[in-house]
Structure formats: C-alpha cells, structure tokens
C-alpha cells in the first residue's frame, strides 16, 4: 500500500499539486486520470520521489518515504518498478541485458542468476525468443512488453505506470492493460497507473482517482464513473471519447 496525505508540490511559485491525499491499494491497479496539465504526471513522479513535495507526507506500507534520505530511499527503490511512457529501454543495449539491467545495479546474484530471472520475466510477458534483439527490431508492443519484464525482474512490492498504452494501437492496449492487471493480482502488487486511455479505465480501473487543475476532484472505481454527477469528470470522460473517435477515424482516411 502507499498512502498520500495533503501533498503540496508547486514550480516557479505556481501551486501544481493542492492538498491531495488518496490511498492506492495493494494487489490492485490504481489508475490517476486527468486532462494535459491537470497534475497527475507530477503526482505520480512526486509519489515514486522523482519531485520532493513542498509539504506532506508519503508512506510506503508504515514507511515515511518524505522523511528517508538517500540511502534509506535507495531500500525502498529496490522494492519499486517503473514502466515509462516511451519504454525508456536503452537503444544500444539487447533486450536481455535492458531487462537485467536492475540485477546489475541492485543485486550482488552471479550472471547465472541474473539470467535465470531475466528468461523468467521475458517468459512472463510471452517474449522467449527475444533476448538477443535490439529495441530497434521491436514493435512498439513488445517494448512496452520488455519495459514491464525490467519493472518486474526484482520481483517489486510497488508498480508505477506512465501512460502505459501511450502510442499503441487499441489491441494492443488492451494486451498491455491485461498483463499489468494479471501481474499486479499474481504478485499482489502496488500498482499506480498513470493514464489518459477511457478504455484503459473502464477495463483495469479497481480504484481511479481524477487529478483536476491540481486537486483530488473525483474518487471511485470504474463502474460508477458513468453513473457521476461530477461536471469535469463527465466532460473529462466525453473529451476523451470524441478524441478517441476522431483518432480512430483519421486512422481509417489515410489507411485508404
């Protein structure tokens, strides 16, 4: 579990992040959702401690993290994984070594070990054959699927997710969801995901918290988003399904 309590995080004097406090659950997908701007991606890099927070406070199970220094936070990250946005894989580096690259920097395990682990993962995202490629020969799927092994080589207790589905095509979205969704039930994780995609927060959405202008506006679970009467949500989720439509039709015009 992590825990939020009033978080305060602001840039140049402009207040991003106001007074938000949430809890995200172990062994369930925690989805933030919110409009370009809203704050969510700061809220998601402030609780992995990419940003120090102005003021409050961020637990990690009974674990003050705002109040750990370096080496006890660099404890802590051993427990955590990480999906970015674009993959984030390293382009001159093979996909096995991309993924063993955590063992490297945080175990002391012998290479056999560490290769063990890697094939593991790989296996678990349906990727066997994949270790000698570069991240140039993959589609944009398998580096996200790639991305999701390195998250979880050193078997996390925490997950976060940065716009997981972002670039790929809505099947494959679907096959990214489904995987974050079994590992984090499988391994019972804390898994934080951070994402725009409607589809996404209608499939995996067990708890979705909506970022607006900076506060904690809406929380819930899936099934009662459609039933709010919370006004920026409702445009939130309408927006997003007009955008989803349009993106989907402009597809179809140039494939003729």
Not at 21 to 39: D, H, M, P, R, Y
Not at 148 to 156: D, E, G, H, T
Not at 228 to 251: G, P, Q, R
Request: aromatic share 8%.
């Amino acid at each position: 579990m992590i825990r939020a309590e009033h978080i305060y995080k602001s840039f140049d004097g402009r207040m991003v992040l106001e007074d938000i406090s949430a809890v995200f659950e172990q062994g369930k997908t925690n989805l933030i959702i919110g409009q370009s701007g809203s704050g969510k991606t700061v809220l998601l890099k402030s609780l992995v401690g990419l940003h120090e927070v102005d003021s409050g406070a961020i637990y990690y199970d009974d674990t003050d993290f705002t109040a750990l220094d370096f080496k006890a936070r660099k404890e802590i990250r051993q427990h955590v994984g990480m999906i970015f946005q674009g993959g984030a894989l390293l382009d001159s580096s093979t996909v096995q070594d991309n993924v063993k690259l955590p063992l490297d920097l945080f175990t002391d395990q012998s290479e056999e070990e560490k290769l063990e682990r890697v094939n593991f993962c790989l296996r678990r995202v349906n990727l066997d054959d994949a270790n000698r490629l570069y991240p140039a020969e993959l589609s944009g799927g398998m580096i996200k699927r790639v991305a999701i092994a390195r998250a979880i080589v050193l078997n996390p207790k925490y997950l976060f997710c940065d716009e997981p589905n972002s670039g790929l095509d809505p099947m494959t979205s679907v096959v990214i969801d489904n995987l974050i969704k079994e590992i984090t039930e499988e391994y019972c994780i804390t898994t934080i995901i951070n994402t725009h995609d409607m589809n996404s927060v209608m499939e995996i959405g067990e708890k979705v918290i909506f970022i607006y202008q900076g506060k904690k506006w809406w929380e819930g679970i899936k099934n009662d988003i459609l039933d709010t009467d919370n006004k920026e949500l409702n445009d939130f989720v309408f927006a997003s399904s007009i955008a989803k439509k349009y993106k989907a039709a402009e597809k179809s015009r140039l494939s003729l």
